[in-house]
Each structure stands twice: as structure tokens, then as C-alpha cells.
């Protein structure tokens, strides 16, 4: 299979640019900056998403490029009036990757904690656009949903733990904005004294049965 020119490669490149911008001079399309770079994205996504699933086993890594670079595409298509869903596709295509690569090795369950958190993020990027929106509570009832996932998800041993700050997380966001809020603010240090305490009792034991 013969290589792409580099040369061909940019002419094409700037062809097609040329007329995206000369169909936007003349009013028949709009937003032709937006899909230039969307279509340069989304060649570079398919390049990367081609390696991944001829190889899914040695090209696992390519599910990273590919899947951001598709959620920058679909960033760069979208037109004005949806603007406001353009980190959401962003934030979206990057948990993309890393659910792919738990759902495709459960070993591999540390990929659920950013796969939730960027998810959460990109919904918490719409919900500022929107005049009263909640933000605070959706963001952390994700983590909260993320790390009850992370214990209750297949794969890679007993992660029960991530109960502890996935319910704490789902309270704190669910008080957020009533008067419980004040109270609230004392489950991190609570939290942070837990877990310490869970793993200093757990040291001492290993110690003592050694």
C-alpha cells in the first residue's frame, strides 16, 4: 500500500479550505472555518480509529488520538446555535477513549475515574450556559456516580472502597444549595480522616501478621 504524498495531502487540504471559504464569502454555507477543522480532525480520528480496531490488543492506545480527535470534530461541525455543546463533544470523545479501554481489558478499571470525571465535566460545561442551572450539584453527583462504578463495575478485584467517597460525594451534591450545605462542608476533612485511618489500620495489620 503506497503512502500519502505529505505535498498531495496539504494540497488537498488547502483546496478544500479554498472553497469552504469561498462557499461562506458568497452566503451559501456558513461556519467554514469550523468545518475545515472538522474535517481535518475527523481524518485524523478515522487514521488513529483505523489502527485501533486492526489491532485492538497492540493499538489500544490509539483509541486516546482517536476518540479526541472525533470529539473535536464534532466539536468543529456544530454551528453557532449549539455552540454551547462544543466542550461536552470535547470532554465526551476524551471519556470515549477511556471507556474503551476498560470495557476492552476490565483489568484495567482505573480508566473509569477519568471516563466518568471528563463525562461530568462536559455535561457541567452545558448546564453553565444555562441561566440557573445547578452546576455545582451535577459535578458532584457525577463523581459521586463515578465512583460508585468504580465499586460496583466488573473487573480487577474488590474496589468496595470507592463506596465511601462515591456516597459522600452523592451527598455533598445533593445538600448543595439547601440550608444542610453548611454541615456538608465537613465531609472532606470526615473523608480524609476515613480513608487515612482505613489505610494506616490496614498497614498496622499487615505489620503485626508479618
Do not use: C
Not at 45 to 59: E, K, R
Not at 66 to 80: I, N, W
Not at 102 to 113: K, M, P, Q
Amino acid at each position: 500500500m503506497r503512502r500519502i504524498n505529505p505535498r498531495l495531502l496539504i494540497g488537498i487540504l488547502l483546496v478544500v479550505g479554498g472553497f469552504l471559504s469561498l462557499l461562506d464569502v458568497m452566503g451559501v454555507i456558513s461556519n467554514a472555518g469550523g468545518i475545515f477543522w472538522g474535517l481535518v480532525f475527523g481524518v485524523g480520528a478515522l487514521a488513529f480509529l483505523y489502527l485501533l480496531f486492526s489491532d485492538q490488543t497492540n493499538n489500544w492506545w490509539a483509541a486516546f488520538p482517536g476518540f479526541t480527535l472525533l470529539g473535536l470534530a464534532v466539536s468543529s461541525f456544530l454551528p453557532d446555535s449549539l455552540d454551547s455543546y462544543g466542550g461536552l463533544a470535547f470532554f465526551a470523545g476524551i471519556s470515549l477513549a477511556f471507556w474503551w479501554v476498560y470495557f476492552t481489558d476490565r483489568e484495567r478499571w482505573w480508566a473509569i475515574i477519568p471516563a466518568g470525571v471528563l463525562l461530568t465535566l462536559g455535561i457541567v460545561s452545558v448546564l453553565d450556559t444555562a441561566s440557573g442551572a445547578a452546576t455545582g450539584v451535577s459535578f458532584f453527583l457525577g463523581l459521586g456516580l463515578t465512583f460508585i462504578l468504580v465499586a460496583v463495575l466488573p473487573g480487577g478485584g474488590s474496589r468496595m472502597w470507592a463506596l465511601i467517597p462515591g456516597t459522600i460525594l452523592l451527598i455533598f451534591g445533593a445538600v448543595i444549595g439547601t440550608p444542610l450545605f453548611g454541615f456538608a462542608q465537613y465531609f472532606w476533612p470526615i473523608l480524609l480522616i476515613i480513608l487515612g485511618g482505613f489505610f494506616v489500620i490496614r498497614f498496622l495489620r499487615n505489620q503485626s501478621s508479618g
